[in-house]
């Protein structure tokens, strides 16, 4: 593993080097896609860990036993992160795979490919709020210093894995490109999670009987979660993860930005927003 202060630069996008090297982030670019597989796609802080248990739970039909005894990265390994081939070459049965990495990076690789892609977005005032949490409790994230620094940079895309607005506009406007594409918010999974399971079930032509889907709606609850050492990030040595700056399961909420941002950084946020999105038509449900 690469010392916790390096920074990794791939094709202008900066990603903590403790995880990503030259060659694993070439690795996920030129990865060779199988139409069993199942990549959950996010930006980070926007329902990954999330979306992994739903995957996981869903595929065993509501049984707790896998996302009870396997931590969440070695069932969904993050594509572009440096052990990802190792935890492919243990495993058996259908992949899942996690990334943070732009369309325009995975593009070619998922070109005809009847995988089937999962993407979660959120509200991105909440991304940014929790993001800033991240970095004060993951050591290989910089010092995130005060919210309005992080915010600017946040803003600019100034941040590991590149702007949120660039990654959530380059795979939502593409997903007619993708055979396989369901789009999902983190708002859609809060307010709904037993239609969101329900959702995603189908979408992995993985139909669930009612009192399997009542067990896998109980094993991705946020307090279920919570308590999970194998996605709750406590199994990660306190040199990694400082677990006394923070929780990753921190509060599980929607719109909980208003108690971070101020009322003007949310007014300069919204006309950001208006001019980095006004080149697209996609609508959120949290601009509802
Ligand atoms: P907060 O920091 O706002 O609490 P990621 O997995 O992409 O890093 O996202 C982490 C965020 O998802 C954290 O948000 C975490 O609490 C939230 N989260 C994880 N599991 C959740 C669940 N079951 N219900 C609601 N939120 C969940």
Known sequence: ????????????ITFPGHLHTQDSLRYAVDFKFEDTDTLIVTYPKSG????????????????PLKTQTQPNWARAPWLEQYYCPEVLKASQGPRVLTTHLPYHLLS?????????????????KDVAVSYYHFHKMAKFLPEPGPFSHF???????????GSWFDQVKGWSSNAGNIQNFLCITYEEMWQDLRGSLQRVSSFLQCPLLEEE???????????????????????VPEEI???????????????DWVNTFS??????????????????????????
């Open 213 to 235: 889907l009542t067990s896998a709606e109980k094993g991705c609850s946020f307090s279920t979660m919570r308590e999970n050492s194998m996605v709750n990030y406590t199994l």
């Open 48 to 63: 990954t860990t999330w979306m992994q248990e739903m995957v996981t739970l869903v595929s065993c039909r509501g049984d």
């Open 108 to 124: 070619t690789a998922l070109q005809g490919s009847k995988a089937k892609v999962i993407y979660v977005s959120r509200n991105p």
């Open 241 to 255: 993860m400082d677990h006394s700056k923070g929780t990753f399961m921190r509060k599980g909420k929607i719109g």
């Open 151 to 161: 915010l600017s940079d946040f803003v600019e895309g100034a941040v590991h894995y």
């Open 1 to 12: 593993m690469a010392r916790l202060d390096v920074t990794e630069i791939f094709d202008g």
């Open 263 to 288: 009322e003007q950084q949310s007014l300069r946020f919204d006309d950001v927003f208006a001019s980095k999105m006004a080149d697209s038509s996609l609508k959120f449900v949290w601009q509802n």
